[in-house]
């Protein structure tokens, strides 16, 4: 449930990179059914940091998240 009472489909996914820092990255809305199986490198472009209770990175249906990225931090993280 979100602040106006409507209810949206979220999905939680963790984040992390070569340092091992994590964030939660909460997919809301029809992104939820994207697939993120094996672990993909993905770059998300539009996101909103929330520091609600704790930090967090929220893509909405504005937000875009791009899967199987070219450029070279992408391919280092594979």
Known sequence: MIKSGE???RRNLILCD???TSICLCV?????DLD???NPVIA???AKVSDYFKR???VYDDGR???ECSFERAKDMR
Not at 28 to 32: R, T
């Open 7 to 9: 209810s949206r489909r």
């Open 18 to 20: 070569e340092t091992n």
């Open 28 to 32: 809301w809305g029809e992104k939820v």
């Open 36 to 38: 993120f199986t094996n």
């Open 44 to 46: 998300v472009k539009g």
């Open 56 to 58: 967090s990175i929220n």
């Open 65 to 67: 998240i791009y899967f």
